[in-house]
């Protein structure tokens, strides 16, 4: 995910002059291309993640498109603030880039994990919330943030993730994207480990059990009508995040089915408290049961 990030705000930069990419020190080493072709249009602010914030809404109030990025959690914990007040209360041009959602920083514990920032954000008001899912949906993201005028936040893994897209797709912020069909259940998600999700659907195809599966990249607005639909269609709900259940995607399809008022049968799949326990990234999703066998689990208790 990083890698498609990177080549697409390079692409941008390099045909609009008002983008800039900014960074807090962090992984200065994968800007080596941009910044040699792009050197005036990168900016390095070192370990001052809430300086970078204010700075770049200053520029965006200049006209410019800074897309300032660095660790998910040093942005939505340590700078959350200057992102309430400099960029949302002004409702400024800014795009926030948060790297390795969840837990994808697994060896470093929960210091590094971004399994709170949509709690933490999501009551923003002017805040846009995208989770990609993929290499293919981060592309499309970022460009849809591009011509987005407004402040975005973009939450993305580190890299290596797993294309879940056999072919294009229009994106279109706001909207969920079906990637399963099935009427049996549904499961709806965001982010890397929708591949975990499908893997376990498509394996339980094989013994008749057909679940929907809806990809939510957008958290903010959030597709009302695709959550209403399952709800009518299906019945059966569950929530899949790397993210506490508490103010992330749990949260908003509960909000939207209390709203709605039709009986469902819903599961909550995510994080009950901080994230415990050092390992690859599938091992620790596995400690904190949000592995593919707890997934299965509950798919099959609903059906």
């Known amino acids: 995910m990083r890698t498609a990030y990177l080549d697409c705000?390079?692409?941008?930069?390099?045909?609009?002059?008002r983008v800039y990419a900014m960074i807090s020190d962090n992984g200065a080493i994968v800007y080596d291309r941009y910044r040699r072709d792009l050197p005036k249009q990168y900016l390095n602010l070192g370990i001052s993640e809430a300086n970078m914030i204010a700075m770049a809404a200053g520029?965006?109030?200049?006209?410019?498109?800074p897309f300032t990025y660095t660790i998910g959690a040093f942005l939505a914990y340590r700078a959350n603030e200057f992102i309430r007040n400099d960029v949302c209360l002004q409702n400024q041009n800014v795009k926030i880039v948060g790297t390795a959602a969840g837990?994808?920083?697994?060896?470093?514990?929960?210091t590094h994990h971004a399994t709170e920032d949509l709690g933490c954000l999501r009551s923003f008001p002017n805040l846009v919330i995208i989770t990609p899912a993929s290499p293919m949906e981060v592309r499309k993201a970022t460009r849809a943030s591009y011509e987005l005028e407004g402040p975005v936040y973009l939450r993305i893994g580190t890299n290596r993730e797993a294309e879940i897209y056999?072919?294009?797709?229009?994106?279109?912020?706001?909207?969920g994207v079906e990637l399963r069909a099935g009427c049996?259940?549904?499961?709806i998600t965001m982010g890397s480990i929708a591949k975990d999700v499908i893997d376990v659907v498509d394996e339980m195809s094989q013994s008749g059990i057909n679940v929907r599966v809806i990809n939510i990249h957008t958290i903010k607005p959030i597709d009302k009508e695709i959550i209403?639909?399952?709800i009518e269609e299906v019945g059966k709900?569950?929530?899949?995040?790397?993210?506490?259940?508490v103010g992330g995607l749990g949260s908003a399809v509960s909000e939207v089915i209390a709203e709605y008022g039709a009986p469902v049968?819903?599961?909550?799949?995510?994080?009950h408290d901080f994230s415990h326990g050092y390992g690859t990234y599938a091992e620790v999703k596995d400690m904190n049961g949000i592995g593919k066998m707890e997934i299965s689990r509950a798919i099959e208790e609903l059906v």
């Open 9 to 17: 705000i390079y692409d941008l930069a390099m045909t609009d002059k």
């Open 59 to 65: 520029m965006a109030s200049r006209g410019k498109i």
């Open 184 to 187: 049996d259940a549904a499961v």
């Open 265 to 271: 049968r819903f599961r909550r799949i995510g994080l």
């Open 166 to 175: 056999d072919k294009d797709y229009t994106f279109q912020i706001g909207k």
């Open 228 to 230: 209403i639909q399952a």
């Open 103 to 110: 837990e994808a920083y697994p060896a470093l514990g929960p």
């Open 237 to 245: 709900i569950v929530t899949v995040e790397d993210h506490n259940i």
